[in-house]
C-alpha cells in the first residue's frame, strides 16, 4: 500500500506543484505612494512612452499615482490624462504594464481590472479624449482592445468598443464619467470575449462580444493603457484611472491533475 | 452627478498638487499658486526671441482669475518657452501678465490695467541660466470698458474630481 502511494506521489507531485505555482500577474500600486510618477520606472513593472512636461521649473505628470474608491474602499490607483498637463502636439500617452513573465500563457488568458473616467464637466476643459486598453505583443500589436470613445451628445458618457488584432467594434454599451467599472477579457485559443459590469461588484456582468484572434494568446507581453487626444491641444482635463489590474493564466495543470487523478483512481479501483 | 466639494477634498486635493509641485519656491511659481488646483496648458507656439527671430517652442500657459468683494477682477497669467537664442543658445522667455479691471460704481464699466512683464533669461540646453535675467514691463490703461468687451484670459484652473466614484447600474442596452 506505501509502496503504491509512493510511486502515485511521483506522478502527481510534478503535477501539483506546477498546479501550485500559479501563473498570475497583479498590479494594485499599493506599493507605490500617491504623488509617484510612471515616467523613468517610477512605478514597479510600468512604463511611460511620453515625457513628461516642464516648465516655470516643475513638472506637470501626464500618469500618476493618487487615491481613488472604485467601490471597494480607497486606495491607490493609477491615472492618465490631461488632468494637470498635456502632450503639446496632442501626442498619445501609453502605459504598459510588463506582462513578460506570464510566459507560458498556454493560449488562455483572464483579464480584470477597475477603471474609470474622471472629468468635470462643469469646468472650462470642455475637450474630450479617447482611450484605450489593449494586450498587446513584444511588436506593439494589439491582440485585444476596449476603446472608450467621447459619446455624441452627452459630455459625461464614453462609448465602449471591443475587439481584436488591432480593431475593435462600437458596442452598445457606454460608461459615465466618475462611475467605478470592473472590465474583463477572458481568452481561450482563439476566441476572446469582453464584459463588464459595476466597479463594487454589485449588479449584472453584461457580455460585450466575443471575436476570434488571429494572433496567437502566447505573443502577449504587455498590457497598454493608452490616452488619445481628440480634443483641441490644452483644452480637455481629464484621467482615465485604473487599479487591481489581475492577468491570470488559467492553469491547465489543474484541470490535467484532476484528470490524471481521475484515472489513476479508476486503475487502482480495477486492481 | 455632481457633488460640493467638501473641506476634506479640498485638502487632499491641496496635499496631492503640492506632490507635484516641489519647486514652488521659485519667484515664476509665486506669480501663480501651482498647488492651488491650476492645469499648466502645453501648446507648440511660434514666439519672437530676443534676436528678433520668429522661432518655434513649447509654450506652457497658466491663468487664474479672482474677483473681489468690490468687484474688481484680477486675472494673472504666465506663459514659459525656451527658444533658440539665434546665436547657438537658448533663452527661456517668461511672461507675467496682471489685469486688473476695477468696476465704476455708477456707470458698471471698467478701469482695466494690465501689466506685462517678460523676463528673458540665457539657459543651457537643460535650462540652466548661464546669464543674468533681464525684464521688460509694459503698463497698459483702458478707461470705460464695458463688461462684455473685458477680454480676460479664460483661467486653466481646475475642479478636482470626487475619489470616490460613483456606483453605476450596468444594463444592457440591447
Known sequence: MIHKFSRLSLVLAPLVGSAIAANSVTYDFETSSSGDLFEAGGVSGWSQDTSNPTAFGQTFPLAYISATDFGGGSSNSAHLGTQVANTPDNADTTLTGDLSSLDPIYNMLNVSFNMAVLDDSADSFEGRDAFNVALTTASGSQVATIGFSPSAGNNEVWDVSVGVNGSTSTTPQTISANSGYNFYISSRDNTTSFSYGAGDGSGLTIGLGSFVAETSLNSITGITFEHDPLSEVGTSAHTLAFDNLTVQIPEPSSSLLMVLSAGLIAIRRRR | ?174
Do not use: Y
Not at chain 2, 41 to 67: I, L, P, R, Y
Open chain 2, 1 to 174: 452627478m455632481k457633488t460640493l466639494i467638501s473641506t476634506n477634498l479640498r485638502t487632499k486635493a491641496l496635499a496631492f498638487a503640492s506632490l507635484f509641485c516641489a519647486g514652488s519656491a521659485s519667484v515664476q511659481a509665486q506669480f501663480i499658486d501651482f498647488t492651488n488646483n491650476v492645469k499648466v496648458v502645453f501648446k507648440t507656439v511660434d514666439v519672437v526671441n530676443s534676436a528678433g527671430e520668429t522661432v518655434s517652442g513649447t509654450q506652457a500657459t497658466a491663468t487664474v482669475t479672482e474677483t473681489d468683494s468690490n468687484g474688481v477682477i484680477t486675472a494673472k497669467k504666465q506663459t514659459f518657452v525656451q527658444v533658440s537664442d539665434g546665436s547657438g543658445g537658448n533663452e527661456q522667455l517668461v511672461t507675467q501678465e496682471t489685469t486688473t479691471a476695477t468696476p465704476d460704481a455708477f456707470t458698471g464699466n471698467f478701469a482695466v490695467e494690465t501689466i506685462t512683464k517678460v523676463r528673458t533669461t540665457p539657459v543651457d540646453a537643460s535650462g540652466t541660466a548661464t546669464g543674468s535675467t533681464t525684464v521688460s514691463t509694459t503698463i497698459e490703461d483702458e478707461a470705460d470698458v464695458d463688461e462684455d468687451d473685458l477680454d480676460l484670459p479664460p483661467t486653466t484652473t481646475f475642479t478636482p474630481v470626487d475619489p470616490a466614484l460613483d456606483t453605476p447600474v450596468v444594463i444592457s442596452a440591447e
